[in-house]
């Protein structure tokens, strides 16, 4: 930041503000802005009058931005369309949920209402909505939302809570200066989160496609020769739509005959043992480590197959992956040892299946323990997996590196982002002029 400090400064009274400008005043936020809460949920019209108009929630208000493509509708009769109603401009603000949330809204349907999970926002004395944003991530990111609202329960940013939340008021003219000067800041930081957040996306499927290509059809050639084994193998017809050819010495064979299930070996824990075991010990199971349901406790690296369809059509969790050491798992997730080869070889290929088409069940689907022992992988020689296998950590090691490079990139600029927002609402930099 090259912005220079203001020349005089002022105890604000307020832990999360500290000093001001001297010319700045402090005061409630309902001293310089109108706060609306919005309308109950009406499900059914009230009156022949009332109208069934779009309405926005909580959900649709994410910092910096309002995202609805088609907002719900309630019933409200044309004074609440009127009392309620939003406008191109105003800032809407989370009453709960992540409460303090703030986005200015744009070009919103005609006759849009909001819901009492928002606040409503417009200026008075010529406010500028932009910087009581700013000031509200200013607020949340010194976690000020927690202690006002006391996020242990149920938490709620009432209309006199936010009315009475004391944020700083430079001159009108002060306060556009500095928001423009953050609209125009964080644009250019936001562009290159994008392209970061982009490259990222693009490293994870160059290693997705490297490992299904590699698990599926052998060794690149160069790398196939270093290690003594035939580049450019021949193919031939699998005989299943998603492997397509594969080397003509592999074999193609079902999961119930390539490993052992686990599955029956689940020991349960109870009492004492149980509260012991849920300390030191981690637990998984569908969505990966969890704290509850039945306790099963293992002692050797298997691998674990989700079986909850909706982490498996989600790609929420891995859907397969080495468990080492102690470890516990409930019944929400398959336990697979390898008969022979090279167990990481084996985790590679079940990562890389897609499962969707096998699971079953509309209200809990679920990938079962038939469905999955039907399912058909490819087999290489036990040689050729464990080479595979050094291959791969090899490969995917640099690309991690990439990616790690990149996000601790991304973790950087974001905290500059967060910091040049602190710094320009509460006035440690001057930034009413260009320097």
């Given at each position: 930041m090259n912005a220079k400090p203001y020349p005089k400064y002022k105890a604000s009274g307020v832990e999360w503000l500290g000093d001001v400008p001297e010319h700045w005043t402090v005061k409630g936020a309902s001293k310089g802005f109108e706060i609306q809460l919005g309308k109950m949920l009406q499900p059914d019209a009230g009156d022949k009058e009332d109208l069934e108009v779009p309405y926005l929630k909580s959900q649709h208000v994410q910092w910096e931005r309002v995202r609805v493509e088609?907002?719900?509708?309630?019933?409200?009769?044309?004074?609440?369309?009127?009392?309620?109603?939003?406008?191109?401009?105003?800032?809407?603000?989370?009453?709960g949920g992540d409460v303090g949330r703030a986005a200015i809204v744009r070009k919103p349907e005609p006759q849009t209402i909001i819901q009492n999970a928002l606040h409503r926002v417009r200026s008075s004395?010529?406010?500028?909505?932009?910087?009581?944003?700013?000031?509200?991530e200013h607020a949340s990111a010194q976690d000020w939302f927690s202690i006002l609202c006391n996020r242990s329960t149920i938490a709620h940013f009432t209309s006199e809570k936010f009315g009475a939340l004391t944020v700083p008021f430079p001159p009108p003219a002060e306060q556009q200066a500095i928001a423009d000067f953050l609209d125009e800041r964080t644009e250019k930081l936001d562009g290159l989160?994008?392209?970061?957040?982009?490259?990222?996306?693009?490293?994870?499927?160059?290693?997705?496609?490297?490992?299904?290509?590699?698990?599926?059809?052998?060794?690149?050639?160069?790398?196939?020769?270093?290690?003594?084994?035939?580049?450019?193998?021949?193919?031939?017809p699998s005989g299943i739509s998603w492997l397509g050819d594969i080397p003509e010495?592999?074999?193609?064979?079902?999961?119930?005959?390539?490993?052992?299930?686990?599955?029956?070996?689940?020991?349960?824990?109870?009492?004492?043992?149980?509260?012991?075991?849920?300390?030191?010990?981690?637990?998984y199971g569908a969505s990966g480590i969890i704290d509850h349901v039945e306790n099963y406790i293992f002692d050797e690296t298997l691998i674990l197959v989700a079986e909850d369809g909706a982490n498996l059509l989600s790609r929420s969790s891995p859907l397969a992956f080495l468990a080492q050491g102690k470890y516990w798992v409930n019944n929400h997730a398959h336990i697979l040892k390898p008969i022979s080869g090279d167990i990481r070889f084996w985790v590679q290929v079940l990562a890389t299946y897609d499962y969707s088409p096998l699971v079953s069940g509309a209200a809990q689907p679920k990938l079962t323990s038939d469905r999955l022992g039907g399912t058909r992988v490819p087999q290489p020689p036990c040689e050729e997996q464990a080479a595979i296998a050094n291959f791969l950590e090899g490969e995917t090691s640099q690309i991690d590196r990439m990616i790690q490079k990149v996000e601790t990139a991304i973790e950087k600029l974001t905290e500059y982002r967060t910091a040049l927002i602190t710094a320009a609402v509460t006035g440690k930099i001057d930034v009413r002029k260009k320097r």
């Amino acid at each position: 930041m090259n912005a220079k400090p203001y020349p005089k400064y002022k105890a604000s009274g307020v832990e999360w503000l500290g000093d001001v400008p001297e010319h700045w005043t402090v005061k409630g936020a309902s001293k310089g802005f109108e706060i609306q809460l919005g309308k109950m949920l009406q499900p059914d019209a009230g009156d022949k009058e009332d109208l069934e108009v779009p309405y926005l929630k909580s959900q649709h208000v994410q910092w910096e931005r309002v995202r609805v493509e088609e907002p719900p509708q309630m019933w409200a009769s044309p004074r609440d369309v009127m009392k309620y109603g939003i406008r191109d401009g105003d800032l809407l603000v989370c009453e709960g949920g992540d409460v303090g949330r703030a986005a200015i809204v744009r070009k919103p349907e005609p006759q849009t209402i909001i819901q009492n999970a928002l606040h409503r926002v417009r200026s008075s004395d010529n406010n500028d909505v932009r910087f009581l944003m700013r000031v509200l991530e200013h607020a949340s990111a010194q976690d000020w939302f927690s202690i006002l609202c006391n996020r242990s329960t149920i938490a709620h940013f009432t209309s006199e809570k936010f009315g009475a939340l004391t944020v700083p008021f430079p001159p009108p003219a002060e306060q556009q200066a500095i928001a423009d000067f953050l609209d125009e800041r964080t644009e250019k930081l936001d562009g290159l989160l994008g392209k970061k957040r982009e490259l990222i996306g693009k490293l994870k499927e160059k290693r997705s496609a490297l490992i299904s290509r590699t698990v599926t059809k052998g060794l690149p050639p160069e790398a196939a020769a270093k290690v003594g084994l035939t580049p450019n193998p021949k193919l031939k017809p699998s005989g299943i739509s998603w492997l397509g050819d594969i080397p003509e010495h592999w074999e193609v064979v079902s999961v119930r005959y390539a490993f052992y299930n686990l599955d029956f070996r689940r020991i349960p824990i109870a009492g004492e043992d149980r509260a012991y075991v849920e300390k030191k010990y981690p637990y998984y199971g569908a969505s990966g480590i969890i704290d509850h349901v039945e306790n099963y406790i293992f002692d050797e690296t298997l691998i674990l197959v989700a079986e909850d369809g909706a982490n498996l059509l989600s790609r929420s969790s891995p859907l397969a992956f080495l468990a080492q050491g102690k470890y516990w798992v409930n019944n929400h997730a398959h336990i697979l040892k390898p008969i022979s080869g090279d167990i990481r070889f084996w985790v590679q290929v079940l990562a890389t299946y897609d499962y969707s088409p096998l699971v079953s069940g509309a209200a809990q689907p679920k990938l079962t323990s038939d469905r999955l022992g039907g399912t058909r992988v490819p087999q290489p020689p036990c040689e050729e997996q464990a080479a595979i296998a050094n291959f791969l950590e090899g490969e995917t090691s640099q690309i991690d590196r990439m990616i790690q490079k990149v996000e601790t990139a991304i973790e950087k600029l974001t905290e500059y982002r967060t910091a040049l927002i602190t710094a320009a609402v509460t006035g440690k930099i001057d930034v009413r002029k260009k320097r």
